[in-house]
């Protein structure tokens, strides 16, 4: 029982540089959600999407992008990554109609 | 702004000793939830609090919901090194599955 795996767990990049980081559920949650994670912000949502090919905004969008051709994976693109963005991002899911959510271990980001 | 404000922002207690930790807001919730967060790992369900009103307990912790269902708290008892870590509160709004986080209280029992 995978559950919700996130890549890498650990990555660093420089200003400028394009990163996507992963996230793969086995579960087949329809719904699934990037947070961010900063010191005296808790959990701030970036973007969700109820189901493949439907995505949303969240909260802090900004300089991300993200796309969901298969329901089980949701990657979340940092286009032009910024020293802003260096940060913690837990991706989630959880299904339809419920609002209980299964969190991934987390990708540490850092931009240099 | 925080939608949801969580207090305190730290608490650092004996083993043994007793905390309650308090998640309000000025919003109504169709539900809230409590969420358990260790180093180097993502957020761990705990409970869901529904019905204004409702006590839910979980051993040792116990959670309560507003009876306006604007706000909810955390007790813990007896509290063990076991409990270290950060508490998140967080409120579902009426449409959509989507979650308001509050900021956390990081908790640090010493043995």
């Known amino acids: 029982d995978a559950g919700i795996t996130q890549s890498p767990r650990y990555k660093i990049t420089e200003t400028g540089r394009q990163v996507t980081l992963m996230c793969h559920q086995t579960w087949s949650h329809s719904y699934m959600f990037w947070y961010r994670q900063d010191l005296g912000h808790g959990l701030r949502l970036i973007y969700y999407?109820?189901?493949?090919?439907?995505?949303d905004k969240g909260e802090v969008p900004d300089g991300y992008v993200v796309s969901r051709s298969k329901t089980e994976n949701f990657p979340l693109t940092l286009e032009s990554a910024t020293r802003s963005q260096t940060s913690v991002y837990f991706c989630a899911s959880s299904v339809q109609g419920s609002y209980e959510q299964y969190f991934g271990p987390g990708t540490r980001l850092t931009v240099t | 702004t925080q939608l949801l404000e969580q207090s305190p922002q730290f608490l650092s207690i004996q083993e043994g000793e007793n905390l309650t930790v308090y998640c309000n807001s000025s919003?109504?919730?169709?539900?809230l939830q409590w969420y358990r967060q260790e180093p180097g790992e993502g957020p761990v369900l705990l409970v869901t609090v529904v019905t204004g009103g409702e006590v839910k307990k979980l051993k040792r912790l116990t959670f309560q919901f507003g009876d306006a269902r604007k706000d909810s708290s955390l007790h813990i008892t007896a509290a063990q090194p076991g409990d270290t870590g950060l508490y998140l509160c967080?409120?579902?709004?009426?449409?959509?599955?989507?979650?308001?986080f509050g900021a956390g209280t990081i908790l640090r029992v010493k043995s």
């Open positions: 919003s109504v919730f169709s539900s």
């Open positions: 967080a409120g579902a709004r009426v449409m959509g599955n989507k979650l308001v």
């Open positions: 999407s109820a189901a493949a090919d439907i995505t």
